[in-house]
Each structure stands twice: as structure tokens, then as C-alpha cells.
């Protein structure tokens, strides 16, 4: 029985692990902390680490993901994201992380504002973590866009 509870509070603790990086990663992206960000990702990997941008083509590499995201945060005065429909499964040494990313970003100023128009965007987003003597590293991010209803049913025809 001990051996069973120990086992349970392990996996408790590498699911409170893989959160709190993935929330780390969210909370980078909404300070524009490029240094911190870089520092989530697997180190070395110039090969397997990869991402998808909603819209994006695959980008593979340790370099061109990075760049990626120096892009984002140079054109993006504000983003937030608000995380929903969260879940964590592992297996080993790795962790997938599914959820809704609900983002609220901003452009620059237009016209003297402080703030360009808000925008909102619905993702959905897998972000794969392996875990790796400094803890938990993002291997790869997929980002999907969610479509918007247009509130007419598919394959209804107006009558003329």
C-alpha cells in the first residue's frame, strides 16, 4: 500500500511539474520575456524541438522556433492568454499538454493611443514536455486556430 501511495503522490507531483511549466511558458509569452521563454525549451535540440503558429508552416529546430517567438513579441504590444479545457497525460519521461488557449491580444498604438484595437482568437494547443535534469523542457507546440460559426448550417441553400 505504501508503495502504491508513494507511486500516486510522484505522479501527482510531475502533473503539478508539467502545469506549472506550461503555465511558465504562457506567462513568458504575456511578458514578452524572450530570455525566460528560451529557457523553457529543450536545450540542444536543433532538430526535434518544433512548433506550430496557428496559420504557420511547421518550424523544426531549436533556432527557428526561438525566432519565431522574437517575432511574435517584437510585433505584439499586448497578449493574455486565459487557459481552459487543461489536460495533462504522461508517460516516462514524457508530458502532453492539451488546451484552449483564449487569446486577447493588442497591435501598437494607433493615433496617440496607448494601445492599438484588442483582438480575441480562440487556439487549440498541444504542447509536448520532456523532462530533463533542469525539469520539464517543451519538445513541441502546435497551435490551432478554432473556426468561428457562421450560424448557417452546412449544405443549406437560400431559395430564390
Given at each position: 500500500m505504501s508503495r502504491d501511495r508513494d507511486e500516486q503522490a510522484e505522479a501527482a507531483a510531475d502533473i503539478a511539474a508539467v502545469e506549472e511549466a506550461n503555465t511558465a511558458f504562457?506567462?513568458?509569452?504575456?511578458?514578452g520575456d524572450f530570455e525566460e521563454l528560451s529557457g523553457l525549451w529543450l536545450p540542444g535540440e536543433d532538430l526535434t524541438v518544433s512548433c506550430v503558429h496557428p496559420g504557420w508552416p511547421v518550424l523544426t529546430g531549436r533556432g527557428e522556433v526561438l525566432r519565431s517567438y522574437a517575432l511574435i513579441m517584437a510585433n505584439?504590444?499586448?497578449?493574455q492568454f486565459f487557459l481552459t479545457d487543461v489536460g495533462i497525460s504522461m508517460t516516462g519521461d514524457t508530458a502532453l499538454v492539451t488546451c484552449t488557449e483564449n487569446i486577447l491580444s493588442g497591435?501598437?498604438?494607433?493615433?496617440?493611443?496607448?494601445?492599438?484595437?484588442?483582438?480575441?482568437?480562440?487556439?487549440?494547443?498541444?504542447?509536448?514536455?520532456?523532462?530533463?535534469?533542469?525539469g520539464w523542457k517543451l519538445?513541441?507546440?502546435?497551435?490551432?486556430?478554432?473556426?468561428?460559426e457562421t450560424g448557417e448550417e452546412e449544405g443549406e441553400e437560400s431559395s430564390s
Open positions: 504562457y506567462e513568458a509569452m504575456e511578458r505584439t504590444e499586448y497578449i497591435g501598437p498604438a494607433e493615433d496617440g493611443n496607448e494601445l492599438g484595437p484588442l483582438v480575441g482568437q480562440l487556439v487549440v494547443a498541444t504542447n509536448v514536455f520532456r523532462r530533463t535534469p533542469d519538445w513541441s507546440h502546435h497551435g490551432s486556430p478554432v473556426l468561428a
